[in-house]
């Protein structure tokens, strides 16, 4: 994956300082304090505030080990245990499940008015969803989603898992000129090289969670690439080159 980046944007300015204010609260207050869940971005800027800060005890957790979008403990003696974490499961049920995916739950979960950074993952399976929400959220889950992409659910609270599987996506592979993000995501969405670039500068486009507007920006191993409106897809492995010169990159669609 690409370096890391420091806050470029006055949104990450203000988040690495609520991360310091909060350190400042667990100092002076002796209790654990916890944040939203992060995604993978906000956790690489709230580790280097941190760093900078030379604070030691954090932890992260999702509800689940290996979990993507997380809650930060910020904590001086003893790290909290899972339960103490203000995370919620709930399982979402419904029996057209096979029509749902991931941006119909999250569409849904919006539609409640809930923001973002009050839900954590989101895993749809073969029975509906399991969802992860902070609890005042889970309670209004509970209470007022009733339908999911036109689709009846029901939603009732379910015990923190002590694993996950990971989500399989769809797997697919690309031959590219280049590992330029325009190239990639032309191969990926079947567009030319000017609608990808067209794309990319709309702001539509985001890297391992950051929103890059130059179609040049070269892409790694490993990079996650987020299409607003769209999906995601992961760059899990490059698979060498053609007698060309052309690229082989193994891709996975959520």
């Known amino acids: 994956m690409g370096g890391y980046l420091p806050p470029s944007t006055a949104e990450e300015k203000l988040f690495c300082r609520r991360v310091a204010d909060a350190a400042g609260r667990c100092e002076s207050s ?53 339960e103490q974490f203000p995370i919620h499961c709930l399982r979402i049920g419904c029996k057209n499940a096979a029509r749902l995916i991931h941006r119909d739950y999250l569409g849904a979960l919006m539609g409640l008015g809930i923001k973002r950074e009050c839900v954590g993952d989101i895993l749809p399976d073969e029975e509906g969803a399991l969802v992860f929400a902070l609890p005042a959220f889970a309670r209004m889950i509970e209470t007022q989603l009733t339908e999911v992409g036109r689709e009846r659910v029901t939603v009732a609270p379910a015990a923190l898992p002590q694993s996950v599987d990971a989500p399989a996506g769809e ?71 053609s007698k060309k010169g052309r690229s082989f990159v193994r891709c996975i669609k959520y």
């Open 30 to 82: 002796g209790h654990v304090q916890f944040t939203g869940f992060l995604d993978e971005r906000q956790q690489a800027l709230a580790q280097a505030q941190l760093a900078r800060l030379a604070w030691q005890g954090q932890l992260f957790f999702g509800g689940y080990p290996d979990a993507e979008r997380v809650v930060l403990a910020l904590y001086e003696q003893d790290p909290p245990k899972a």
């Open 171 to 241: 797997p697919m592979q690309i031959s590219v000129a280049s590992l330029r993000l325009d190239a990639i995501l032309a191969a990926l969405l079947h567009l030319s090289r000017e609608q990808a670039a067209a794309l990319i500068r709309s702001e539509k486009v985001l890297v391992n969670h950051i929103v890059r507007t130059a179609p040049a920006v070269s892409l790694e191993e490993g990079d996650l690439l987020t299409i607003r409106g769209t999906g995601r897809f992961r760059l899990q492995a490059l698979c060498g080159q």
